[in-house]
């Protein structure tokens, strides 16, 4: 972190976290902080899902919630962006305070509960950028008091569909009471049938559909992400995001906040995911897509994440400790690495690692 940023981040964190996020958000919108991105790298450009990727680090889900910012993001280094959670209306989400840093620990919890304006703000924005330049996902997700969840996730699908680089189905967040039962396997059947049937019903005749991928929890046994995987590979979900945050509290150094409710991310995460993400990669086999996210901080976790089977990877909470400037650094450091190892694509690693990471205790 250079001075800037570490004045930056002093200033931030004299904020309340949803605060702090809002200036970054207007921030960007502004056109700065001014960072100076990556250079492109033909050793990092990914292919995935019909894709093409200028390198396999993204900003997850979280952070643009409702699509302000996500080509501010692609101008920080990222190689796609992730907007959402969406939900079909607009929602405030839980009482705040919601979320908490848990500095120490370079983590953050949150019960943030899915607040976001609705689609009907997001889908105006995702029109706005219609043509540009850029991988841009949309996660969606459902509202708390839907009376049926199922039919938010399929309106989701029909109206991104053609405007997402891709979707991402988010069951997996521990914020809206009920949303992670759906992961069980008679409600993730109907879910993945339901939404697969939404995306085939608006995709014009002879187009490639938008990839679908499903978001899943670190808090999940091995029984559970075998009835996960079979529903995937059944269904033909084009691929799988490991993981969402966790409500676990082991490995954490400090004590403040640490009894607050809601899902745990940043560094304590990163060992568990990564565990998860390998048994993802065994169950779902070579050629599934996936996505690893939990405490990705460095190019180096970047790497394990990518050896323990992963296509691409995201961050956020990193972000908020490591300043701005964190995707740019890590995608030259990245090239970097490659270009020394003598690698073609990242791709010439992936799963070198995946035996010692799926043979880790849950």
Not at 115 to 132: S, T
Not at 270 to 284: D, N, P, W
Not at 336 to 346: D, I, V
Request: aromatic share 6%; hydrophobic share 40%; with cysteine.
């Amino acid at each position: 972190m250079n001075p800037l940023e570490w004045f930056g981040r002093q200033a931030l964190f004299a904020f309340d976290p949803e605060t702090a996020h809002g200036i970054s958000i207007a921030a960007l919108k502004s056109g700065l902080p001014v960072c100076g991105g990556a250079p492109s790298s033909e050793r990092l450009k990914t292919r995935l899902c019909g894709l093409e990727f200028p390198s396999p680090l993204g900003m997850a889900a979280g952070y643009d919630k409702n699509g302000e910012v996500p080509d501010a993001l692609l101008g920080l280094g990222f190689g796609f962006a992730e907007v959402g959670t969406v939900t079909p209306l607009s929602q405030p989400g839980n009482p705040k305070p919601r979320i908490f840093r848990l500095t120490g620990d370079e983590a953050v919890i949150n019960r943030l509960g899915f607040n976001n304006e609705g689609h009907d703000r997001c889908l105006l924005r995702m029109k706005a950028r219609a043509g540009r330049p850029g991988v841009v996902g949309v996660n969606i997700g459902a509202n708390k008091d839907s009376p049926d969840r199922f039919a938010d996730y399929e309106l989701g699908v029909k109206r991104f569909a053609s405007l997402a680089s891709y979707l991402t189905v988010n069951i997996s967040s521990p914020n809206t009471p009920g949303l992670r039962n759906m992961q069980a396997r008679e409600s993730l059947a109907e879910l993945l049938s339901r939404v697969i049937a939404a995306r085939a019903a608006v995709t014009p005749a002879g187009a490639k559909p938008v990839p679908v991928f499903l978001k899943i929890a670190p808090d999940l046994v091995e029984a559970e992400l075998a009835d996960i995987a079979a529903e995937v590979k059944e269904k033909a979900i084009d691929g799988v995001i490991v993981s969402n945050t966790t409500l676990s509290r082991a490995g954490l150094k400090g004590t403040a906040h640490a009894g607050e409710a809601g899902g745990l991310s940043g560094k304590p995460l990163f060992e568990r995911s990564t565990i998860v993400l390998a048994r993802m990669r065994k169950l779902l086999g070579p050629e599934m897509a996936i996505v690893g996210v939990g405490g990705v901080n460095s190019a180096e976790t970047v790497l394990e994440k990518v050896r323990a089977g992963a296509d691409l990877v995201q961050l956020y909470t990193g972000m908020i400790y490591a300043g701005p400037s964190l995707p740019g650094r890590i995608v030259k450091e990245l090239a970097r690495f490659a270009e020394n190892q003598g690698l073609a694509s990242l791709r010439d690693i992936r799963d070198t690692r995946l035996a010692h990471w799926a043979d880790q205790p849950l």
